[in-house]
């Protein structure tokens, strides 16, 4: 099975981007990893390039199909609320979703 990979980079206002790495290490990137299959995250945060985006996450799901469950889930749509309730005005995102095809 391929490794699924969910990708979401954002942007935070300069007085919300100590909240908002606290709340990402501490409440948000635990919650996604409670759900089965997901395997790992990473963080990133920006050096250089084009884009308006600071931040970027990387979600690890043990396949395709559990990826794929995982962006139809309640699961999902709970941690999108949360996000939105805690910097749904301070903050733009967009997600992207991949598939391994090497190795």
Excluded: C
């Excluded at 990402?24 to 995250?41: C, F, M, N, Q, W």
């Excluded at 690890?60 to 999108?80: G, I, P, R, Y």
Aim: proline letters at 3%; charged letters at 25%; hydrophobic letters at 40%.
């Amino acid at each position: 099975m391929a490794v699924g990979l969910f990708v979401v980079r954002a942007t935070i206002t300069k007085d919300q981007e100590a909240a908002f790495n606290a709340w990402y290490h501490e409440a948000h990137i635990p919650d996604v990893l409670k759900y089965k299959g997901a395997v790992s995250a990473r963080r990133y945060k920006k050096l250089f390039g084009p884009d308006k985006y600071d931040y970027m996450v990387q979600y690890e799901f043990a396949s395709q199909e559990v990826f794929e469950a995982f962006m139809a889930s309640d699961h999902l749509k709970a941690l999108k609320a949360d996000y939105d309730k805690h910097f749904g005005t301070t903050s733009e995102r967009d997600g992207f979703g991949y598939v391994q095809v090497w190795p």
